[in-house]
């Protein structure tokens, strides 16, 4: 009997990252998120992302999937530096610098893996660049003997939890804002219905 296989998207991937708040992930729906509600979901999912690249194979054979953990981790990473940037606490901004500073100082680091910072403290990937160093390069930065990213995982915990506090403490959220987020959650629903069914399992590292 032949074996189907499904190729699952790179959204498939990063709804997994943002399991606790996979609304957080889509940028028209953030708008919809109350900041602290952001700020955890993000940081949340930086911890994830950061676990996963520790734990990932860097060979050749694993190209896609390396690629793809990446990605991912440069997404979550800039949606946490707006989250962050946008927080009313003062430990918040700080730890924003805190994350923004450690990432700057291993500014050679990332450019010798097609990885930039902008001027708003972004990342933004080269993937020719990337595709052209060795699994060995990108697991020294990514792997898990890696400084930066053992701190960044640090960093996005210490977030999480600021974040959580805040969440606790914040006033109740009005009716138009659950309609708003309800909306978006039985608008992903569907989408993710139709779209990935639960079974296969292979990889498709989609642009």
């Known amino acids: 009997m032949a ?18 708040n996979r609304f957080a992930r889509k940028s028209e729906n953030r708008s919809t998120i109350t900041n602290k509600e952001l700020v955890q979901a993000d940081s949340d999912a930086m911890k994830k992302i950061t676990e ?7 060979s050749s054979d694993n190209a896609s999937e390396v690629l ?5 981790f440069i997404e ?5 530096i707006s989250s962050t940037e946008e927080n009313s606490s003062d430990e918040v901004a700080r730890l924003q610098k805190q994350i923004t500073q450690l ?5 050679d680091e990332l450019e010798s893996l097609g990885i930039s910072i902008n001027s708003s ?9 990337f595709g052209e160093c060795s699994p060995s390069k990108i697991k020294r930065f990514f792997g898990k003997d890696s400084d930066y990213i053992s701190s960044i995982r640090n960093y996005s915990l210490r977030a999480k939890r600021l974040a959580r506090r805040q969440v606790e403490t914040a006033p109740e959220e009005t009716s138009e804002t659950k309609n708003k987020t309800t909306q978006a959650a039985e608008s992903d ?3 993710s ?4 069914p639960e079974n296969g399992s292979t990889f498709d590292a989609k642009s």
């Open 3 to 20: 074996t189907t296989t499904i190729s699952y998207s790179y959204d498939y991937y990063l709804r997994s990252i943002y399991s606790s």
């Open 52 to 58: 996963k690249l520790r734990d990932l194979e860097y």
């Open 68 to 72: 793809t953990d990446v990605k991912m």
């Open 76 to 80: 979550t990473y800039n949606n946490l």
């Open 103 to 107: 990432t700057k100082d291993h500014k």
């Open 121 to 129: 403290n972004k990342l933004t990937l080269d993937k020719s660049k």
């Open 189 to 191: 629903l569907l989408q």
């Open 193 to 196: 219905l139709l779209a990935y």
